[in-house]
């Protein structure tokens, strides 16, 4: 073929699998077969079932003695277009657009330049992201990528979209993967998947922050969650109640604090309402589950389905810790408009969309509302600083969440 062209040219030859990703010997085999061919240039698309197809990829760039072009398809594939740079790769691929996607998980080439910053990415970049399922809907990547640009450090935050957390972390368990986010569902699972969880995180059963520590590879767990809530809500009510000097003393003190879900977020919001003085409700559609968080922070528990018609006294706190009324199921909403008059202050830690209905139904009834936007700000400052041992650049972050 070689001998065909002009010397002006390069030839790509490429193979296309749209059903699944190989081992990494029948990659390498491939990549043989496509080089004999006598291309320049040597490109393969694979389709992801699962994230971690995807590290069989990377793997494979170290073989070839020709420039690799590799793309692996699916929501599951989507770090590829965004880290086979880091790896290897000869180029990668961005739709021009929402809806111009020339393959199923493919981002916009925009967001590659702009927010993954791809031209600058290289072997010793280090690489940071956001595990959940769901995972699409983060901001995390748009604020994170900013802040380690700020100061000047070479890494990059990405989406992992993972359905088995223990196995992701098995499989991605080199240096490069320095540190992650972790959000919903997998937040109490890794606890269990850290080496060492700190006592806090331990306390509350929740991790939603693991750190590669570079000295041993260990895997170290924290819970930003924690303070980045509880400190919104207290600073909500420090406003409602326009009063003085508070000292040593919490505003949630001696308050019914109404926490909606006993997942990972819940457990945190419970727990750090009861380390600051509340009397703790625990609103779950699994009684059982809401019961044995109540029990763990000396608190009550309800069925989700009891929640309108609980009014014990006037003036308590509500915090919805669950997804309901995330996008796109923005009318749904945990608690009936009617039953909100009886809190001072609602917290819903779901942020897209930046007003949920049940934020926007809280303030019609009087109530002073706290976005999950001021959480999230909180929480990923605090875990900003665990990636990199640096402050984060607060007054930007604040900046870049508010153009959201």
């Given at each position: 073929m070689r001998d065909k062209k002009s010397r002006m040219c390069k030839i790509i030859v490429s193979n296309h699998n749209f059903e699944s990703t190989p081992s990494v010997e029948e990659l390498r085999h491939l990549v043989e077969r496509l080089q004999c061919t006598g291309a320049d240039i040597v490109k393969f698309t694979t389709t992801a079932?699962?994230?971690?197809?995807?590290?069989?990829?990377?793997?494979?760039?170290?073989?070839?003695?020709?420039?690799?072009?590799?793309?692996?398809?699916?929501s599951r594939g989507l770090i590829s277009s965004i880290l086979c740079p880091k790896f290897g790769g000869y180029l990668t691929f961005g739709s021009l657009g929402l809806e111009k996607e020339s393959a199923l998980g493919q981002p916009a080439l925009t967001d590659l330049i702009n927010i993954y910053r791809v031209k600058n990415l290289g072997k010793d970049t280090k690489v940071f992201g956001i595990i959940g399922n769901p995972v699409g809907h983060s901001k995390g990547p748009i604020l994170h990528n900013r802040a380690f640009r700020e100061i000047g450090l070479d890494a990059v935050y990405v989406p992992f979209l993972v359905d088995d957390l223990a196995e992701?972390?098995?499989?991605?368990?080199?240096?490069?993967?320095?540190?992650?986010?972790?959000t919903i569902p997998h937040k109490e699972a890794a606890v269990?998947?850290?080496?060492?969880?700190?006592?806090?995180?331990?306390s509350i059963g929740a991790v939603n922050t693991i750190v590669r520590r570079p000295s041993d590879g260990k895997l170290i767990g924290y819970?930003?969650?924690?303070?980045?809530?509880?400190?919104?809500?207290e600073d909500g009510l420090k406003g409602r109640l326009s009063s003085g000097d508070w000292g040593n003393t919490s505003p949630l003190s001696g308050r019914l604090f109404v926490v909606v879900?006993?997942?990972?977020?819940?457990?945190?919001?419970?727990?750090?309402?009861?380390?600051k003085g509340a009397?703790?409700?625990?609103?779950?559609?699994?009684?059982?589950?809401?019961?044995?968080?109540?029990?763990?922070?000396?608190?009550?528990?309800i069925s989700l389905d009891k929640l309108d018609s609980f009014c014990p006294e006037n003036g308590m706190i509500l915090a919805n810790t669950t997804s309901v009324g995330m996008h796109p199921n923005e009318m749904e909403t945990p608690i009936?408009?009617?039953?909100?008059?009886?809190?001072?202050?609602?917290?819903d830690a779901v942020y897209t969309p930046k007003v949920t209905r049940l934020l926007r139904e809280a303030e019609e009834a009087g109530a002073t509302v706290v976005s999950g936007l001021e959480m999230f700000i909180r929480q990923a400052m605090g875990q900003f600083e665990l990636f990199t041992g640096s402050p984060a650049p607060g007054v930007l972050m604040r900046e870049i969440v508010a153009r959201l």
């Open positions: 079932t699962n994230i971690t197809d995807v590290a069989r990829v990377f793997q494979v760039f170290a073989y070839s003695q020709v420039p690799i072009i590799a793309s692996v398809v699916s992701f972390l098995r499989v991605y368990s080199s240096p490069d993967f320095s540190g992650f986010s972790v269990q998947c850290c080496d060492e969880v700190e006592p806090i995180a331990q819970n930003t969650d924690y303070t980045g809530a509880i400190s919104a809500i879900g006993a997942g990972g977020a819940g457990k945190a919001l419970a727990y750090g309402a009861k380390e009397r703790v409700v625990i609103a779950n559609r699994n009684y059982e589950r809401a019961k044995a968080l109540a029990n763990l922070v000396g608190g009550e528990a009936s408009k009617e039953a909100l008059g009886a809190y001072d202050l609602v917290f």
